[in-house]
């Protein structure tokens, strides 16, 4: 399977006709509405646009509308751009636009519902013109629809990959990568690259080897243990930037007879684990201690809240009191890239008396695990994808869990969710940021999930290309290009 997935490497190439990137995941699906996978997202961004999205800084920018207003306080109405053309030719107009917010807003299965549940309609008020009108004050409402494709209307994405995008939708290659072809008409500036692979590559080594040989010119997730080897090739070169995703043990509370259930145990797991003691043994020194569920950029983030100091004494106390003594055993699922962690986590937890029973699995399975509730307690990631506190808090909400896609975790807090509904109603910023801080700092006594790390984003990249990292994680082919003199 490796020397399928190598095949027809930089060697093979010529100018600027092919651009290859790896992750170390493929594509869960090409539905864009039914999934908040980041691998899965950041590929598909690449096919799909919506009415705005976000530059690498996280400001909102025009896409197919050329401009919005409000032209009350429960409306807002998109202009879109003239002469946008699907993949397939057709004409981009206001009915593919209320096609899209009605199947993302209403689909059982769209991860989107929670974040556009105050929607009201959609209306097509001419072929260029759409207006949504809301049922209570949405201050994040422009945020939220940066994360809404739009797609022909009538059509399936899950059968059929059609958007707006300036690449189209080849076929996949093994272990679901995706072949990609620029959309020759597409309505802004034409891309460098007139094919685009994103292919996967679990293990890290076989992708940071990969990069050596000339094989990807992009690796999307360089390891710890590689950096240095990346670092010395002179044809190769690091690159950085602060993730906005905070490392989190999620705990499914809607499986009976999880001990994580009980905020003690939760306390206590918490207590033990020394953060900047498993940055330095498992990721080198390349990360933060997280003490809550967003990073320090994030609307919300409460600088007041103090870090949390390991204390295995006052853990142990915990697990007494609640009944367990030495006898506890988690079962922690975990992806396999995140493997270098579990050793150092069962030390610091059998330091209180507690067992780790670590399931490594790819992070495709891991998700799909997740998505279906099979999974008690588990490791992955938490990001912020519009800048504000209110899309991790929503997915505490118990009404709106998990962005009201059917897949709650089971958590249940009535004062958290008044804090979340009241921010989510406030266009005042500085008592929107209060709401938003208090909330987080009520989640974070409760701990329905519980903060590990902030890591970083490193990618190695091909010298003589141009690529600035985004802060939102997303790899734009679009915004890839060879450097000055070397087309």
């Known amino acids: 399977m490796t020397g399928a997935l190598l095949a027809g490497g930089c060697g093979q190439r010529r100018g600027g006709e092919r651009l290859v990137v790896a992750y170390e995941d493929g594509v869960l699906t090409l539905d864009p509405y039914c999934q908040d996978e980041s691998v899965t997202m950041s590929v598909l961004a690449n096919i799909y646009e919506g009415l705005v999205g976000f530059d690498p800084d996280m400001r909102i920018v025009p896409l197919v509308a050329r401009g919005y207003g409000t032209p009350n306080a429960g409306s807002w109405r998109f202009h879109l751009r003239p002469g946008v053309l699907f993949h397939t030719g057709e004409r981009l107009s206001s009915g593919d636009v209320v096609y899209s917010l009605e199947r993302a807003r209403s689909d059982t299965a769209s991860v989107l519902r929670g974040m556009?549940?105050?929607?009201?309609?959609?209306?097509?008020?001419?072929?260029?013109?759409?207006?949504?009108?809301?049922?209570?004050?949405?201050?994040?409402?422009?945020?939220?629809?940066?994360?809404?494709?739009?797609?022909?209307?009538?059509s399936d994405p899950a059968r059929q990959a059609v958007g707006t995008g300036p690449y189209r939708f080849v076929r996949f290659l093994p272990d679901r990568g995706v072949e990609l072809a620029v959309h020759d008409r597409y309505w802004g500036p034409a891309p460098a690259f007139r094919q685009v692979q994103f292919r996967s590559i679990a293990d890290g080594g076989l992708r940071a080897r990969a990069l050596h040989d000339g094989e990807i010119d992009l690796s999307a997730s360089v390891n710890e243990a590689e950096r240095d080897s990346?670092?010395?090739?002179?044809?190769?070169?690091?690159?950085?930037?602060?993730?906005?995703?905070?490392?989190?043990?999620?705990?499914?509370?809607?499986?009976?007879?999880?001990?994580?259930?009980?905020?003690?145990?939760?306390?206590?797991?918490?207590?033990?684990?020394?953060?900047?003691?498993?940055?330095?043994?498992?990721?080198?020194?390349?990360?933060?201690?997280?003490?809550?569920?967003?990073?320090?950029?994030?609307?919300?983030?409460?600088?007041?809240?103090?870090?949390?100091?390991?204390d295995p004494a006052a853990a142990a106390r915990l697990l007494r009191q609640a009944g367990y003594g030495?006898?506890?055993?988690?079962?922690?699922?975990?992806?396999?890239?995140?493997?270098?962690?579990?050793?150092?986590?069962?030390?610091?937890?059998?330091?209180a008396g507690i067992r780790l029973a670590a399931d490594t699995l790819p992070w495709g399975d891991l998700y799909q695990k997740i998505q279906s509730g099979s999974s008690a307690v588990y490791r992955m990631g938490i990001a912020c994808s519009y800048g504000d506190a209110s899309e991790v808090l929503n997915d505490l909400h118990s009404g709106r869990g998990r962005r009201g896609a059917g897949r709650s975790n089971g958590y249940r807090n009535a004062a958290l969710d008044r804090l979340i509904e009241a921010a989510d109603r406030e266009f005042d910023p500085a008592r929107r940021q209060a709401m938003l801080q208090q909330a987080m700092r009520l989640a974070m006594a409760d701990l329905?999930?519980?903060?590990?790390?902030?890591?970083?984003?490193?990618?190695?990249?091909?010298?003589?290309?141009?690529?600035?990292?985004?802060t939102d994680g997303m790899i734009l082919a679009k915004e890839i290009k060879p450097a000055a003199g070397r087309r």
Do not use: K
């Open 230 to 310: 990346i670092a010395g090739d002179p044809r190769l070169r690091v690159m950085i930037e602060p993730s906005t995703s905070v490392s989190i043990l999620g705990i499914n509370f809607a499986d009976r007879g999880n001990p994580l259930a009980d905020l003690r145990v939760r306390r206590a797991i918490s207590l033990c684990i020394d953060r900047p003691a498993v940055i330095n043994e498992a990721y080198r020194g390349y990360a933060l201690p997280a003490n809550q569920l967003v990073h320090p950029t994030i609307v919300g983030f409460d600088p007041g809240l103090p870090p949390i100091a390991p």
């Open 448 to 470: 329905p999930v519980i903060p590990l790390y902030l890591r970083q984003d490193c990618y190695g990249l091909r010298r003589g290309l141009e690529w600035r990292p985004r």
């Open 116 to 154: 556009l549940d105050g929607i009201d309609r959609v209306t097509a008020l001419d072929s260029l013109t759409v207006e949504i009108t809301t049922s209570r004050p949405m201050p994040t409402l422009i945020n939220a629809l940066a994360q809404v494709a739009i797609v022909p209307q009538g």
């Open 326 to 351: 030495e006898s506890l055993v988690v079962r922690l699922d975990v992806a396999r890239e995140m493997g270098a962690e579990i050793e150092p986590l069962a030390r610091q937890l059998r330091l």
